[in-house]
């Protein structure tokens, strides 16, 4: 393949003549984009592929948007080079075929990109490449492009349908997030909760591919915290499993009234619409399509219960009640539960002398014996829980917030 590569790159002169893509040159001549023109360029593989394209639509990141890259979570992977990783960005900044704004509307648009191989540090769980989302708002001089890409992190398009023959570019100002993994998407958001949740039932959403993911938020989790302890590892991962949705990766412009979807567990769920909200069961989905490395998902407020399957929402009111037996009331709530499950990706604590006899399990999860799954987050790794990042925390609200 390298070799492959470098023959392209070595050959691209006689290559864009023979191509009507001219992007090289638009790429050239854009001042704005000397810096992603500069990194592109040594991507060759990318950029030798880009050049033999016969349609594709680039999103190309300006200059400013290069700049605040050290502000952002993308600042490891440009301070330590990490190819594999930047190789894979690049990939996510091409939509397959030519998208120009007169198509899209103000619903969100999920277009396909080049980012289709898990060869780098992103898994891509996805079938047909990895997905942007794209949505035009009408605005009092120009309509608005907003991009949103991994982790709900948005970019405006700040110069757009820039034609190149056969290729669309356009400028956008911030660099988009890739969908990452579980972990990394879920200790972005309010999913700590979650996050631990699957992993003690054994099996987190990437698992799986083209999964949906109803993800109920902490408060959700707080509600049913003391009921844990008296449920045994079958019921804790049937629960669990109850909340993926395998093999159908449904956004928000998916889901249809009364459609009944196959989980994991075995039994199903039920999309319903009921003044202008969407409830999985009798849970209301609060935050829609944050995308991640094997699909969407969409926040949920409360725990869904493989029991409970035929339950309806009440639409006179904001919160619907819990559906696992045993819950609690709002002035009972207690700290959340699951956290100390999630395992420690970065700035692990490092055991000091006085600790290396003690068995290496004590620092994870296993301080549960005695209380059952109702762990606090006193285990958690240090900054795992709420790490927004830059560009990335809650910043999807705005629009996400409502479908
Ligand atoms: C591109 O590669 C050159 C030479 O290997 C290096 O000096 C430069 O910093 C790289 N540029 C970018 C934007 O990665
Ligand atoms: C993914 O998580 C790792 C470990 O917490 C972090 O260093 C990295 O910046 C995250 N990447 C993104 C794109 O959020
Ligand atoms: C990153 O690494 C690649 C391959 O080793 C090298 O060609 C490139 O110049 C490096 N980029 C920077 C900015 O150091
Ligand atoms: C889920 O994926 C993780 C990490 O890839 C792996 O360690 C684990 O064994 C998988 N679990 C199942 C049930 O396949
Ligand atoms: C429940 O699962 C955990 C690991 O996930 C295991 O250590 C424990 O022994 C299991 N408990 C029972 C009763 O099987
Ligand atoms: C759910 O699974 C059953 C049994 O495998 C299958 O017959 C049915 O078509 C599936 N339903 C959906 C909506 O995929
Ligand atoms: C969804 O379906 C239910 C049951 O058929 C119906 O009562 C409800 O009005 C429908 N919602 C909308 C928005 O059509
Ligand atoms: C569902 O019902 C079974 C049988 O009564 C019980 O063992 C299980 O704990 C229940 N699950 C939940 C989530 O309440």
Partial sequence: MGLIA?????????????????????????ESLSQFAQLLGNYTDVYGALSWSQSFTLLAPSNDAMEKIPYTSLNRYF???????????????????????EMLNGDLGFYPTWLRESDGE?????????????????????????????????????????DAENCIIHIVDSV???????????SAYDLDAASGFFTAAGSTPDNFTDVTVFAPKN????????????MGNATLRETAGYHVVPNNLLYSSDLVNGTRLNTTSGEEVTIWFFGGQ???????????????????????????????????????????????AGSLVSSEIRDIPFT?????????????????????????????????????????????????????GGVAMGILGVI
């Avoid at 997030?177 to 879920?186: E, L, Q, R, V």
């Avoid at 994870?364 to 900054?383: D, E, K, M, V």
Wanted: aromatic letters at 8%.
């Fill in 79 to 101: 301070s330590n080079n990490e190819t594999a990783f930047i190789r894979q960005l690049l990939q996510y900044h091409v939509l397959q075929g030519m998208i120009r704004s």
């Fill in 176 to 186: 988009l997030i890739p969908p990452m993994g579980w972990y990394n998407t879920s």
């Fill in 278 to 324: 969407t409830y999985v069961n009798s849970a209301k989905i609060v935050q829609a399509d944050l995308l991640f490395s094997n699909g969407a998902i969409h926040v949920i407020d409360n725990v869904l219960s493989p029991n409970a399957t035929s339950v309806l929402p009440d639409p006179q009111i904001a919160t619907q009640a819990p559906v696992i």
């Fill in 340 to 392: 100390s499950y999630i395992p420690c990706l970065s700035d692990c604590p490092v055991p000091s002398s006085t600790e290396t006899f003690m068995p290496t399990t004590t620092r994870s999860t296993r301080t549960t014996s005695a209380t059952g799954f109702a762990a606090t987050s006193s285990g958690a790794c240090p900054g795992q829980t709420y790490a927004p990042v830059g560009l990335i």
């Fill in 219 to 230: 408060s959700a989790f707080q509600r049913i915290n003391s009921v844990w302890s008296d």
């Fill in 6 to 30: 470098r023959y392209l790159f070595s050959t691209l002169s006689i290559v864009t003549s023979l191509v009507s893509c001219d992007f090289a040159s638009t790429l050239r001549d854009t």
């Fill in 122 to 162: 992103i898994p891509v769980g996805v079938t047909g490449g990895q997905r942007v989302a794209l949505v035009r708002q009408p605005g009092d001089l120009e309509d608005v492009v907003t991009v949103v890409s991994g982790g709900g992190a948005r970019s405006t398009v700040t110069d757009a349908n820039i």
